[in-house]
């Protein structure tokens, strides 16, 4: 396992953005497929965005495409989302995963055996 550490979120309105950060411990960095989730209340998490390194292959929510941009630092262990034109039904709470895998398809949460803590991501009108 990876230990992850989300930061960045908080409270924004409509149309504003954020980036969120996810550090990563670890000499194999580079190897591993980062993914960002999120769970609104009383809802199921639910896929965000995803990268793998071994493809050089994205994958994005049809609900954040265009607007969010997933990234990462291999310098830094870092990785990034990028959210732009935000909208209230973003608000939830935003987590980063990480696992060795090959992403052929959009991944799902069981493909992922690293946690972070999730950061709040919340927009108002």
């Known amino acids: 396992q990876v230990q992850l550490v989300e930061s960045g979120g908080g409270l924004v309105q409509a149309g504003d953005s954020l980036r969120l950060s996810c550090a990563a411990s670890?000499?194999?960095?580079?190897?591993?497929?980062m993914a960002w989730f999120r769970q609104a209340p009383g809802k199921e998490r639910e896929f965000v965005a995803a990268f793998s390194w071994s493809n050089l292959r994205t994958y994005y929510a049809d609900s954040v495409k265009g607007r969010f941009t997933i990234s990462r630092d291999n310098a830094k262990n870092t990785a990034y989302l990028q959210m732009n034109s935000l909208k209230p039904e973003d608000t939830a709470v935003y987590y980063c995963?990480?696992?060795?895998?090959?992403?052929?398809?959009?991944?799902?949460?069981?493909?992922?055996?690293?946690w972070g803590q999730g950061t709040q991501v919340t927009v108002s009108s």
């Open positions: 670890g000499r194999t960095f580079s190897m591993y497929t």
């Open positions: 995963a990480a696992d060795v895998i090959v992403l052929l398809r959009p991944p799902r949460e069981a493909d992922f055996g690293s």
